[in-house]
């Protein structure tokens, strides 16, 4: 397991996932043109950049919303860019969305039940809640419940999706995204948290602005939790993001866009220093000014 | 006696169909115009069967039952790929329920326009029996994993899918069972009233079973199938006021839609009254 600021402990390991070549255009706008990047396994890597440059659309090509119009995505290998959406959930990677969505009448336990459900095997033994439907059922309940102890939600399992304060909104959809990663097949779960083997758990993580609209207390916290999830869980993650102070504090790698187009990458401290960075994304006054604090 | 048992097991035929519906609309979320097709084919396919082979009622049912949820796969299979959003699949459902009413006007099999007199086969033992399995089915059926999918569908289907649901496989499994229901209760319906015609499966009954499951609550089974009977018993009911019960019916539709637009229970159930709320 690496810590935030070290590059990766095995820098031999095959990244996670590679971008070649990427584009997507929409009518004559090239929201996304010629984007190559890896992501390395088990880091936590930051996509930033302004308003407009094509972040959101590259995780909406990653996770198969949107059909590339040229170029590859492979995870371990495996192109995702003929897979639909279901399906690339089903190898490994999991979302979390700007503006949250949430299944907002179902409890917090459902919401987090319904990626282990969608996973499950029953089928005309459903008509009459066979044992095996329902050791099904009970297996989803009891992993979606570890899944929610670890991030620390285990309090709100029984409420009304809806209800909760928005902070909370945010820890729940990270929770649900976690979920996708499990089979819902294996044992039953034991002891206080999610005890993961290595075939299960989400590979790559998808975090589109988690931070939007928190003040800086919430967002520091939001931080531990990210780090949290990603010691516990193992998993690989990429976080588009706008508060750069979190970016700088839990990255371990840094992609900045602009325009459809990757404008720089590397360590949190390279980019920091980049000059074309700057003058596309940080050039802004007060953005520089906190840089220069930080 | 005669004349209210058969109001009530009127009544409990349309149950069953409004039941079919309230899955697909009321817990998967898409609206349909063109689910009385379903109830058609279920009673063409037993009428015929009866009529022309002399079948048997215990096979004729269920194989009205097979054939409206094979034919759903029709409509479903090119509309639900194009993922086409919640109105757009009610016109291309229309359209298909207004194709069969055409079909059936004019095949020979089904002795068109005049329609089809078959025997009284479904006495009051089949139309409870049939709606005891049906409510018994569906409630284990929406109580496993495939509610809790098509709920989370009807909630949000982008999140839906990014939670890893095959939207597709989900919203043709909600439409053939929604459709299999519709067929039992048009299988029961074509053998107790002994006649079935094509105009009986128009969009005036589509709309009337929508409406008893908006009026119903959209989530919900209790809901729809207490507002069913109501809106079967109460024309029944009203006959004295003649020609104003159309009306005094139409009332009583909007004055739920503005008292409780969310419908009767909506995305909660009878007994969840009494006990804690259910989605």
């Not at chain 2, 069967?49 to 409509?75: C, Q």
Request: hydrophobic share 45%; aromatic share 8%.
């Amino acid at each position: 397991m690496t810590t935030p600021m070290e590059p990766p402990s095995k820098p031999s390991l095959p990244p996670l996932l590679e971008v070649r070549g990427l584009s997507r255009s929409f009518g004559g706008i090239h929201a996304v043109e010629e984007l190559s990047f890896d992501v390395a396994q088990d880091g936590i890597m930051g996509l930033i950049g302004p308003n407009g440059a094509g972040k959101t659309t590259v995780f909406n090509l990653i996770t198969g919303a949107y059909r590339p119009t040229a170029g590859t995505i492979c995870l371990r290998g495996i192109d995702l860019t003929k897979k639909r959406p279901h399906e690339i959930v089903r190898a490994g990677v999991s979302r979390t969305f700007q503006n949250i969505r949430l299944f907002n009448r179902m409890t917090c336990l459902e919401n987090v039940m319904v990626p282990l459900l969608a996973r499950g095997k029953s089928m005309l033994g459903t008509f009459f809640r066979t044992p095996f439907a329902r050791g099904e059922e009970q297996r989803a309940r009891e992993t979606a419940l570890a899944v929610m102890k670890d991030v620390g939600l285990a309090d709100a399992a029984h409420r009304v999706a809806s209800t909760l304060p928005y902070g909370l909104q945010r820890k729940l959809e990270i929770a649900r995204a976690l979920a996708c990663g499990f089979s819902g097949q294996g044992p039953s779960v034991q002891g206080p948290s999610v005890q993961r083997p290595s075939a299960q758990g989400p590979r790559l993580l998808l975090l589109d602005e988690p931070a939007a609209g928190m003040n800086d207390a919430e967002t520091r916290e939001l931080g531990e939790v990210i780090l949290k999830v990603q010691k516990d869980f193992g998993v690989t993650m990429m976080l588009i993001e706008h508060h750069i102070e979190l970016v700088m504090d839990i990255c371990t790698h840094v992609a900045v866009m602009d325009r459809g187009t990757l404008l720089a990458e590397g360590s949190p401290r390279d980019v920091r220093g980049d000059e074309r960075v700057i003058a596309a994304y940080l050039g802004r006054p007060r953005a520089r000014r906190e840089l220069e604090r930080t | 006696m005669d004349y209210e048992l058969n109001v009530v097991m009127l009544a409990c035929i349309n149950m069953i169909a409004v039941l079919g519906l309230a899955v697909f609309t009321g817990f998967t979320g898409l609206f349909s115009l063109g689910h009385a097709a379903f109830v058609g084919i279920g009673a063409y396919t037993s009428g015929v069967l009866t009529y022309h082979w002399n079948a048997p009622f215990f096979f004729a049912l269920p194989a009205g039952v097979a054939a409206a949820g094979l034919s759903s796969l029709v409509i479903g299979i090119p509309t639900l790929r194009a993922k086409l959003r919640s109105d757009y699949f009610a016109i291309a459902i229309l359209g298909f329920g207004e194709a069969l009413r055409v079909c059936l006007e004019n095949l020979s099999i089904t002795n068109g326009a005049r329609g089809l007199s078959v025997d009284e086969l479904s006495g009051p033992a089949w139309i409870l029996g049939t709606l005891a399995v049906c409510l018994f089915a569906t409630r284990n059926f929406l109580k496993s994993r495939f509610g809790a999918l098509f709920v989370a569908i009807r909630e949000d289907p982008t999140a839906a899918e990014m939670a890893g649901i095959d939207l597709f496989k989900m919203r043709l499994l909600s439409l053939v069972v929604s459709a299999g229901l519709c067929g039992a209760s048009g299988a029961l319906l074509a053998h107790r009233l002994a006649f079935i015609q094509p105009a009986m499966f128009t969009l005036t009954q589509s709309t009337q079973l929508l409406a008893s499951v908006i009026a119903g609550g959209m989530g919900s089974i209790s809901g729809p199938i207490i507002v069913s009977f109501v809106f079967t018993a109460l024309p029944e009911m009203l006959r004295s006021l003649d020609m104003w019960r159309l009306p005094a019916y139409g009332l009583l539709l909007v004055l739920i839609m503005i008292y409780r637009p969310q419908g009767l229970l909506g995305y909660r159930e009878l007994s969840g009254l009494f006990r804690r709320q259910a989605r």
